[in-house]
């Protein structure tokens, strides 16, 4: 999944949580369960760049207008996104770091997607969770 789809959902679901702590590790179960969703995971950094850009966008609009999103939403994004820097760290690095959380080391299911049904997937799963999150 993207990074922006992690902050998302992760805010939007966990950030409901009235704990910062909680919230955080509601953010990273999210991810856990993101991940098992087939989805498109892009393969240049310049898509990731933009993807962090927009993510962080989403963090920064959160602080400014606190109003529009969950009390800690923040964290829970954080949270979400959290477990994607070890998938950052190995690119950058271009060594063969072996990964640590369960979906990035097949522990627990991580399938892919191709293009564009793989970006439809996440746009859609934004949209429901949005959806819901607003419903309640």
Known sequence: MYCLTHIACGGMTAGRLSNPVTAFFGGVISHLILDAIPHHD????????????????????????????????????????????????????????????????????HTPLAWPAGFWIQVAVVVVVAGVWYLF
């Not at 400014?64 to 964290?75: A, D, N, S, Y």
Request: hydrophobic share 45%; net charge positive; glycine share 10%.
């Open 42 to 109: 892009y393969k240049k950094t310049v898509w990731g760049v933009i993807d962090l850009i927009l993510a962080l966008g989403i963090l920064l609009l959160a602080r400014w207008r606190p109003e529009l999103f969950p009390p800690t939403f923040i964290w829970g994004g954080l949270g979400g996104a959290l477990p994607d820097l070890e998938v950052v760290f190995r690119h950058l690095s271009g060594k063969d770091i072996p990964p640590i959380f369960p979906s990035h080391s097949r522990l627990t299911p």
